[in-house]
């Protein structure tokens, strides 16, 4: 039998580069997408290129993976913006919806037939501490990601049947380009502030997480959202 092949979207840089790479040493053949056709992967890893804010360019996306035979699924691409209600664009509150919540609905949809056939799966999708707590300025996101988990739970109740486990990781401050650009050095010093371990994670710690859920040592563990925050949602 040969190597499990994974997907993780998002997969360039930060927690998604990461979680490849872990996926890739544990044995699997990794496939990463990302936005820009020149994109490029992590060693060792296949490269498909995608703008998931794209409706045409998701579907058409979709249609190509569902019949790749992926056994692991990661949606870990998203996208952040900070800003009060009143003032918020409402195609940016779209766009988010539709890259952090339509585009894992999509990529699940399309690789479970394929799971339901060979009776294996794992799909994880990355949360975060703002699906689980909120924070004034991030009513978009909380949105999404509130919701990718509601998705999450719904679907592991579908497909557990076919030994199909959906699980989320809630990231909390990690140390990705996203979290400097979309916070600045200011917010970020505010927040570990409330972090007991009193630092941001590092991508690869994310990913130990990830990998375990999506490898066969997961073998009960299902609609669950595991927060990996150093503490912050404790408080």
Avoid at 56 to 81: E, H, P, T, Y
Avoid at 97 to 116: D, E, K, S
Avoid at 200 to 213: C, G, K, N, S, T
Wanted: glycine share 12%; net charge positive; hydrophobic share 45%.
């Amino acid at each position: 039998m040969g190597r499990k092949k994974a997907l993780v979207t998002g997969g360039t840089r930060g927690i998604g580069a990461a979680t490849a790479r872990a996926l890739l040493e544990s044995g699997h053949e990794v496939v990463v997408s990302g936005k820009s056709s020149g994109g490029q992967a992590p060693e060792g890893c296949e490269y498909l290129s995608s703008d998931f804010s794209n409706s045409s360019q998701l579907g058409a996306f979709a249609a190509r993976i569902a019949g790749m035979d992926f056994a692991v699924l990661v949606n870990n691409a998203g996208i952040n913006k900070i800003g009060p209600l009143a003032e918020y664009d409402p195609a940016d509150f779209g766009r988010i919806q539709q890259i952090n919540v339509w585009a894992p609905f999509m990529l699940c949809r399309a690789v479970v037939p394929g799971m339901r056939k060979k009776r294996f799966g794992r799909i994880v999708n990355i949360t975060s501490i703002w699906g689980v707590v909120s924070k004034a300025g991030r009513s978009a996101y909380s949105a999404s990601k509130f919701g990718l988990f509601g998705l999450s739970r719904a679907l592991a109740l579908e497909v557990a049947a076919d030994n199909i486990l959906v699980n989320c990781v809630a990231p909390g401050v990690v140390d990705t380009e996203l979290t400097r650009g979309v916070l600045g050095e200011k917010a970020i010093a505010e927040l570990l502030d409330r972090v007991p371990l009193g630092r941001m994670a590092q991508p690869d710690e994310i990913a130990r997480y990830v990998r375990f859920l999506a490898s066969e040592e997961n073998t009960y563990m299902t609609g669950q959202n595991i927060i990996v925050d150093g503490g912050f949602t404790c408080g």
